[in-house]
C-alpha cells in the first residue's frame, strides 16, 4: 500500500514539474478596450497619412509601416500591457499582437500571443480578442473608414485568405462602451491619455 502511495506522490510531483517547466506559458490578459482604442487612433492616423502621399494603393512595405506604426501605438505611454508588444500581419489581415520580450519586432519561441485584432466590414466593426476566449469590438462609419485604402488593402487580403464577409456574423463580443478589463490588464495600466501618434 505504502508503494502505491509513493508512486501517487512522485506521479503528482512529476505532473507538477512537467507543467512549471514544459507547459506553454501564458501571456498577461490584455486590455481589450485599449487595443481597440488604438487600433482605431493608428488606422485613421495612417488614412490620413496615405492621403497625404496621394497614394492610390498601398504596398507590402506600406503594411509593413502600417504594423511598425501600430506596434508603436500600442507601446505608447501610459502603457497597458507589461512587455513590449509586438504586431505582425496575418495572411487573413488579422493583426496578431505579441510579447515581444527582446524587443526585435519578430515573434519568436517563448513570445506567446496576447491579441487579435480583425475588421469585420459587413458589421462595420473591429473586433479585438484575447488568448482567454473574451472578444471586444467597436463600430466605425461605413462611409469613411470602410473607403479608405489601409481597410481597402485589408479586406482584399481577406477574401484572398477565403474570409468571406459574413464569416463574424455569428462572433460575440462585449461591446467597447460596456467593456472592463480584467484585473490583470488593469494592473499593468498607467492613468493618463494616448499621446499623439505619427
Excluded at 488606422?43 to 506604426?69: C, P, R, S, V
Excluded at 467597447?176 to 499621446?195: F, K, N, V
Amino acid at each position: 500500500m505504502s508503494s502505491l502511495k509513493n508512486l501517487a506522490i512522485v506521479a503528482v510531483l512529476g505532473f507538477l514539474a512537467y507543467t512549471f517547466f514544459f507547459s506553454p506559458k501564458s501571456e498577461q490578459t490584455a486590455d481589450l478596450g485599449q487595443v481597440l482604442d488604438r487600433t482605431m487612433f493608428a488606422i485613421e492616423k495612417y488614412e490620413n497619412h496615405a492621403q497625404k502621399l496621394n497614394a492610390t494603393k498601398l504596398t507590402d512595405d506600406n503594411m509593413a509601416e502600417f504594423g511598425n506604426f501600430l506596434a508603436q501605438v500600442m507601446n505608447s505611454n501610459p502603457r497597458f500591457y507589461d512587455e513590449e508588444l509586438g504586431i505582425k500581419l496575418r495572411k487573413d489581415a488579422a493583426f496578431q499582437g505579441f510579447a515581444d520580450k527582446n524587443k526585435n519586432g519578430t515573434q519568436e519561441e517563448g513570445e506567446g500571443d496576447v491579441f487579435t485584432v480583425e475588421i469585420d466590414s459587413e458589421n462595420k466593426r473591429i473586433i479585438a480578442s484575447d488568448g482567454n476566449g473574451a472578444s471586444s469590438d467597436t463600430r466605425f462609419s461605413g462611409s469613411g473608414l470602410l473607403t479608405g485604402l489601409l481597410i481597402g488593402h485589408l479586406l482584399s487580403r481577406q477574401r484572398s485568405a477565403g474570409v468571406k464577409p459574413g464569416s463574424f456574423n455569428n462572433r460575440q463580443t462585449t461591446p467597447r462602451s460596456s467593456y472592463r478589463a480584467p484585473s490583470s490588464a488593469r494592473s499593468g495600466a498607467r492613468s493618463g491619455g494616448l499621446g499623439s501618434g505619427k
